[in-house]
């Protein structure tokens, strides 16, 4: 698996189709299926169906760990906390409210404003000795109270222990809304920063689960369905 | 599947929705005639006892109604902008930034209303009412009448309540005889109570007949005869048109139609205030997915039935925001249990603080109780800017999906 960036709107998806087929030597008839996910999906026109990130993030943890219970997914717009029953079938789930507080852009904004690259915050926040206090929920309101603690002499790293601990808490409010059961499993591409894990666990007090592909569960569910449903229909390609 | 029922224009005069929509429009008129009359008029909560004014004949108007029809209109913006500019806070409900500047500016394309010579105002909704109203009171410069009804932590309504809010009816009562100079009579209240209940009861049997699977409605009708059920409930008119909608979904029962134009697929309850600005994209998002949301707490709210004077103030004291969380938590699991619903869908209202906020805890009871899956979106009944389609896109096939998958889809 391999993450691609191809910016937004329906053109990355397309351009990132067109990369994956000349990678894979295949060409579009060789797809029976094309499953679109994410806020594009629904815009999509190559796909032949279309699936919330919500249910694709749930198949793909649980085709890795189907012992999973809770999935904390925390991407790029939004913080979703899933709940799935014995069955390993999502039964309920609780999305962020609001505004972007708690999500993967809030991060981004943060390492932003510190000059630092985002796979940067977790290292640096194992250095912390005492994180600060990061309260703010508004974005904004948040990256001026980044600049003052800095200003006011806190030191960069309890600074970042602060936004993890910050985007963490938000999240925790949403799992413990929807009930937590072991096990959990992050996935999104926050799942990579380990200060935001560890305040996680450190909040829920249960261990996390996660992997090097987190970022990757909802593609990875979304082709999983496509299989299915190609299956369903009884006719797959050669 | 449900046959569709063809569209008819131009609208039937004898169908139900015709009827309805003309009750709601007429009322502002008969409101600006009466006032051309030179009569007193006056502006009323949605909540407050229509049986007083329509007992003494006053003619009223319902700001929330009509900033409802602003909002739909989309005007919700241009007015909650004239209000925050004059101080008030973005976060005061929508219909009150609204209202307070249509006081101001007195007039607007989407919908105009007779200027006010009194105020009745009723917080048995919520407190935001009272302030809204004095400030009414105190820019236009004219009498507010208030009944208070406070918020009831217990699940019964005490002899206790029922008696501190009758002597409020009472005083009401008297205060705008002197005012305006009607007259109160048994033999009128008589008549207004008997419309009330007729009408009432019209609507309970209409909106329960969405036991039957498919629903002979769409529920985004509820949401447009509910301005009948808030304002003229007490009038003829209002209770013979009722009786034709329970009718005519009776009719939809035997011959398999429906209001609600598509396959349904699945039923869900909707909770809270429509999105009035985003009403094509909130009931298409449903729509297009084959929901129906064939249940709304309203469909029990404005069941007022009763025989007598105490009976009236008992019901006024257990209106929806007034009762506490458990009370409320079971009239929801009623209806959910008898319309086979199947799923909640919760607007989280960011102009009603009180409505939304306690929906997190009772939605997870209901939730627990009906074992069905409950998913909130964040958008405001009349203000435009605190609703993302997007997001609420997401938030719906993600409860598509969840129903999908418990009937074994997917
Ligand atoms: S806050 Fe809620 S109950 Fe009160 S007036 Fe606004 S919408 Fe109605």
Redesign the interface.
Known sequence: MELLVAGIGTVGAEKIMETVLKKAQLTGVDIDFVMATG?GR?NFDPAHG??????CHAKGVLFKNPQVRTIIDIGGQ?AKVLRINDKG???????N??CAAGTGRFLDVMANILQMPINELEKRAELAEKPAKISSTCTVFAESEVISQLATGETVENVIAGICNSVASRVAGLAK?VGIKEEVFMSGGVAQNGGVRQALEKELKVPIKWSEASQMMGALGAAI?AYEQVKKRGVLNE | MSNEVKKKSPPDPNSAKFKLGKIATDAYVDAQAAKDRGEMVGWCSSNFPVEIPETLGLAVCYPENQAAGIAARGGGERLCNISEDDGYSNDICAYARINLAYAKIKDTPEQNMPEPDFLLCCNNICNCMIKWYENLAKDLNIPMIIIDIPFNPDYEVSDAQVAYVKAQFMEAIKQLEELTGKKWTEEKFKEVMEYSGRTSRAWLAATSEAKHTPSPFNGFDLLNHMAVMVTARGKKEAAEAMEVLHKEYLENVETGNSTFRAEEKHRIMFEGIACWPYLRATSTGLKSRGINMVTTIYADAFGFIYDDFDGMVKAYCNVPNAMNLEHARDKRVKLIKDNHVEGLLVHTNRSCKLWSGFMAEMSRQISEECDIPHVAFDGDQADPRNFSEAQYETRVQGLTEIMESKKGGC
């Open positions: 806020y629904r279309e699936l919330s990130e919500l249910s939004d079938v999502m039964e309920n789930f609780m999305m409210d609001k809304r369905s």
